[in-house]
C-alpha cells in the first residue's frame, strides 16, 4: 500500500486525489500538512486523515510516506517536489509542474539523483477520451492532419489572494489554463513545435489575462491555442482535430466526466456520442500507483512535462510576457 502526504489543503485536493483513493484498496492518505496553524488539523479531520502537521517540512520528514502530492501554488512546485525527492518521496506534482523549463530541469534532475518518480498531474491525458483521440488520429480516419485549434477559457476572479492573478506565484492564463490546450497539441502529434506567433492581454500588475497563440509542428501541422481567464467568459474547454477527411471536436475532454461529447465529420458524415469512463483522476491514480508499483514509463513524465514548459516560456518570450518568480 502506497501512503501519500498532501503538502497544503487546496481546494483540488477532494476530488483531484482524496475521492479516488477511496475507491482504491492501494493507496492509504496517510498525512496532510499547512503553513497556517491548525489548518492541517481541521482538513485532516474534515476528510478522515491520521496525521497532520504545521510545517512541510515535517511532513517531509515523516520516513512513512511513500509518496507526496503536491498542489500548492506553482511558485513552490520546484521548492518542495525537490526536498520531497531527496527526501526519498515519490511526487506527484499538479500542473503547471513549474515556473519554467529551468526549473522543470531541476526537479527531475532531483528525481534521477535521487531514484524517485515525478509525474505531472495532468488527469485529462489518462481518461479514456483522449485515448480515443489518439487512436482516431493514429488510425488513419482523418486522413493526414492539417491543423489543431486547443482552447481553455475559465473566469478566475480578481481577489487579493487569489494567486493564479500573481504572475510572482504562477499565475497567468496560459501557465494556468494554456498549459492544458498546448499539452493537448504537443501529445496528440508526440513533438515538439515552434511558436509562430503569440498575443497577450496583460494587466496592469503584469499578469496575463489573455493568450492566444500559434504553433507549428514538424510536418506542418499548425495549432492554435487560447487561454483567457477574463471575468465574464464562461467555461470553455475545446480540442478540434482537422484532417484532410474531416474534423473532430472534443467538447470538453479535460473533464469529460462532467459532461462530453464528440462530434465526428468525416467523409460528409456526422456523429456525436460520448465515451464511456470513470474521472479522470480516477484513471490518474490507476496509472500513477501502477507505474510506482511496477515501474512503467508515464506520458505526463520526464521530456513530457519539460516539453510543455518549455513550450509555454516560448510562448511568453513570443507574446513579449516577462515572467518573474520561480525557485533557483
Avoid at 484498496?25 to 474534515?46: M, S, T
Avoid at 491520521?50 to 507526496?68: F, G, K, M, N, T
Wanted: with cysteine; proline share 5%; charged share 20%.
Amino acid at each position: 500500500m502506497l501512503k501519500f502526504g498532501i503538502l497544503g489543503a487546496a481546494r483540488i485536493v477532494p476530488w483531484a486525489l482524496l475521492e479516488p483513493a477511496t475507491r482504491r484498496n492501494d493507496v492509504n492518505i496517510a498525512a496532510v500538512a499547512a503553513r497556517r496553524p491548525g489548518v492541517a488539523a481541521a482538513f485532516a479531520q474534515a476528510h478522515g486523515i491520521a496525521r497532520s502537521y504545521d510545517s512541510y517540512e515535517a511532513l517531509l520528514d515523516d520516513s512513512s510516506i511513500d509518496v507526496i502530492y503536491n498542489p500548492l501554488p506553482p511558485h513552490l512546485h520546484a521548492e518542495f517536489s525537490i526536498k520531497a525527492l531527496e527526501a526519498g518521496k515519490h511526487v506527484l506534482c499538479e500542473k503547471p509542474f513549474a515556473m519554467n523549463a529551468q526549473e522543470a530541469r531541476a526537479m527531475q534532475s532531483a528525481a534521477h539523483r535521487a531514484n524517485r518518480r515525478i509525474v505531472e498531474a495532468f488527469h485529462d491525458r489518462y481518461h479514456p477520451v483522449f485515448g480515443h483521440l489518439l487512436n482516431l488520429v493514429e488510425s488513419g480516419r482523418l486522413g493526414s492532419l492539417k491543423s489543431l485549434r486547443a482552447v481553455f477559457n475559465h473566469t478566475i476572479p480578481e481577489a487579493p489572494e487569489e494567486f493564479r492573478r500573481n504572475p510572482e506565484m504562477g499565475g497567468g492564463a496560459l501557465i494556468e489554463l494554456g498549459c492544458y490546450p498546448v499539452h493537448w497539441c504537443r501529445s496528440l502529434l508526440r513533438t515538439e513545435p515552434e511558436v509562430i506567433s503569440a498575443e497577450a492581454l496583460v494587466t496592469s500588475n503584469g499578469c496575463d489575462e489573455e493568450m492566444r497563440a500559434r504553433l507549428r509542428f514538424p510536418a506542418g501541422v499548425e495549432a492554435s491555442v487560447e487561454a483567457c481567464m477574463t471575468p465574464g467568459w464562461q467555461y470553455h474547454a475545446r480540442f478540434t482535430i482537422e484532417g484532410e477527411r474531416g474534423t473532430v471536436v472534443a467538447e470538453n475532454s479535460l473533464l469529460p466526466h462532467l459532461g462530453h461529447s464528440i462530434i465526428e465529420r468525416v467523409d460528409g458524415v456526422t456523429r456525436q456520442y460520448t465515451v464511456a469512463g470513470s474521472t479522470t483522476f480516477d484513471y490518474q491514480i490507476e496509472a500513477f500507483v501502477g507505474a510506482i508499483v511496477d515501474g512503467n514509463s508515464l506520458p505526463t513524465e520526464g521530456q513530457d512535462s519539460l516539453g510543455n514548459m518549455m513550450t509555454i516560456d516560448a510562448i511568453y518570450a513570443k507574446a513579449g510576457v516577462s515572467r518573474v518568480g520561480g525557485h533557483r
